[in-house]
């Protein structure tokens, strides 16, 4: 009986590592297009080597002007169910020319969500596509807020601990927004967090944004959280995105909420934290089968074009306090995106740069 | 349709400007700019009453002494859990300091500006609070539109006298320092 017991201790030992490390060998792949901006292109386990070959590694762009300036490090996916970040990185990847300083783009930070369904939502389509230009449709995975557990070794526990001792629900270490700095040998989300500071750290990253959404009408929809080295630029920016008439709400980092990207980004590294967050239809309670690109209210292109403008607001602001630059072109503005929606603004098969 | 609103437009900013313009007597600089609330709006008017050559001095947990050498007092409305935990401060406390902070205004004969900059967001039952106090003492309003959609600053400047003026964005409150202080 013992021995039988152990058996199935052993068996069961197995399948977990298999599920930990074997059944996801490889991160997954997204329709990213390079253009002429990208001077490089890396993992992000090349900053945390035992990210190698699992669901947690994603592509890493750099865009390299060659010319003096910041360092700018802009991440979507933090959340798999928050298309706009994603959407405004892939942009940036495919759109951007630095002109000074160095961009360096993740569009899926954490890539290890984007494939799991939560059943959160039940009437979003794990897909959604934009048609680009010659009618062609480019399809994205719309995934969700935390990594999906089967590529975690441990089940979740009870509660929560982040390093600095904020106390959370037991699901959450599973969400990259609550494990900041990371652990180099915790669970895979907290090493993709650790593997992240580690490129903010190596690269000498001088502002990092994070780009989240939030549902139509919460309080975080439209907010701009800056850290407390960062909160000046954040006001500059601010009033910036208001002359151009976008409202967006400042918040300061809470110094009591630890493992947020905001806060230990800006704690643990040199860089000047921000984060934002758009009006998502699909994480909005009240609607039903909500169209998370074409709702009248809140297109995607709407929101894409929010974040993109806050970027470069955010970039205009750092350099009007003293930073060095950090500009490009090619990327849309807001007007160009209300204007002309998506589609003209990724790059087609057959487009030419 | 788009003659239509063009019209519509021209009709509207010629009204605001009818109406704003000889409401809005100069007030004097220096001014003491404060917050009630402690959310950003108050380092936001700062930076816009810089940029609109307005004098000041900048002081979000201001009390009655700082008004020495003021001329005018602009008190920011806006109330930011995460701001008044950073001021280590909890509401009532921050009630408190800004009422004295106004009667002392009033008995000095220093004239208010109320501000609410950050719209609709910036609303709640903490800032409306804080509105209702700030506006007993306010002569003159400068209030983003989306904050008063439901005419909550109307309704309290008609009931206590005081000049309003809204603006559609939050920079728009640069020109609207700027007129006021005649500069
Ligand atoms: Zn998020």
Same mark, same amino acid.
């Given at each position: +009986?013992?021995?039988?017991?152990? =058996? #199935?201790? =052993? #068996?069961?030992?197995?399948? $977990?590592?298999?599920?930990?490390?074997?059944?996801?060998? +490889?991160?997954?792949?997204?329709?990213?297009?390079?253009?002429?901006g990208v001077t490089a292109i890396g993992w992000l386990s090349d900053y945390h080597p035992p990210l190698k070959g699992t669901p947690g590694d994603t592509r890493v762009y750099y865009l390299d002007s060659g010319k003096p300036g910041a360092t700018v490090y802009v991440q979507g996916g933090t959340h798999g169910n928050e298309p706009a970040g994603i959407i405004a990185a892939t942009i940036l990847v495919e759109r951007a020319i630095p002109? @000074?300083?160095?961009? =360096?783009? &993740?569009? !899926? *930070?954490?890539? @290890?969500? =984007?494939? !799991?369904n939560d059943q959160y939502r039940l009437d979003v389509p794990p897909y959604f596509t934009i048609e680009v230009e010659g009618g &062609?449709?480019?399809?994205?995975? !719309?995934?969700?807020?935390?990594?999906?557990? #089967? !590529?975690?070794a441990q089940p979740d526990p009870e509660v929560y601990v982040t390093l600095d001792g904020g106390v959370h629900d037991g699901a959450e270490i599973r969400n990259l927004n609550r494990v900041h700095p990371g652990k180099p040998d915790g669970t895979l989300t907290e090493q993709i967090a650790y593997a992240i500071n580690r490129l903010l750290i190596e690269e000498k990253v001088d502002v990092a944004i994070d780009l989240h959404e939030a549902g139509v009408g919460d309080r975080l929809e439209n907010v701009l959280v800056a850290h407390q080295r @960062?909160? +000046? @630029?954040? $006001?500059?920016?601010v009033l910036n995105l208001s002359a151009q008439g976008l409202h967006f709400t400042l918040e300061p980092s809470r110094p009591?909420?630890? *493992?947020?990207?905001?806060?230990?980004? *800006?704690?643990?590294?040199p860089a000047l934290a921000f984060l934002t967050e758009t009006g998502n239809p699909g994480q909005t309670s009240e609607y039903e089968n909500p169209d998370i690109v074409n709702d009248p209210k809140n297109p995607l292109h709407e929101r894409v074009g929010r974040q993109l403008a806050l970027i470069r607001a955010v970039l205009d602001a750092t350099a009007q306090l003293g930073?060095?630059?950090?500009?490009?072109? *090619?990327?849309?503005?807001? #007007?160009?995106?209300?204007r002309d929606g998506l589609g003209p603004w990724l790059n087609a098969p057959t487009a030419q740069p | 349709m788009r003659k239509a609103a063009s019209v519509v437009l021209l009709v509207a900013l010629l009204a605001g400007a009818l109406s704003a313009a000889p409401a809005f007597a100069a007030v004097e600089a220096p001014a003491l700019i404060t917050s009630a609330g402690q959310s950003p709006g108050a380092l936001m008017v700062r930076v816009l009453a810089d940029q609109a050559g307005v004098a000041n001095t900048y002081d979000t947990l201001a009390t009655a002494d700082a008004l020495a050498g003021a001329k005018s007092l602009i008190v920011v409305i806006g109330a930011s859990?995460?701001?008044?935990?950073?001021?280590g401060i909890d509401v009532n406390q921050e009630y408190t300091r800004v009422e004295s902070l106004l009667a002392q205004a009033k008995a000095q004969g220093i004239p208010v500006i109320a501000m609410h900059v950050e719209g609709a967001p910036r609303r709640g039952a903490t800032s409306d609070d804080l509105s209702r106090l700030v506006m007993r003492y306010a002569q003159y309003v400068i209030v983003r539109a989306d904050g008063n959609e439901d005419g909550f600053f109307t309704q309290l400047a008609q009931q206590y006298g005081a000049t309003l003026r809204l603006i559609d964005k939050t920079a728009d409150a640069a020109a609207a320092l700027r007129?006021?202080?005649?500069n």
């Open positions: +009986m013992a021995k039988r017991n152990t =058996i #199935a201790l =052993i #068996a069961l030992g197995v399948m $977990v590592l298999c599920m930990a490390v074997g059944a996801s060998a +490889m991160p997954a792949l997204h329709d990213v297009r390079p253009g002429y002109t @000074a300083g160095r961009l =360096i783009v &993740v569009p !899926y *930070g954490n890539n @290890a969500n =984007i494939d !799991y &062609v449709p480019r399809t994205f995975r !719309y995934g969700s807020r935390r990594t999906n557990p #089967a !590529y975690e @960062a909160f +000046m @630029a954040g $006001v500059y920016a009591e909420f630890r *493992g947020l990207s905001h806060r230990e980004w *800006g704690d643990h590294t930073l060095p630059p950090m500009t490009y072109e *090619g990327v849309p503005t807001y #007007a160009d995106l209300v | 859990q995460k701001g008044l935990g950073a001021a007129d006021l202080y005649g």
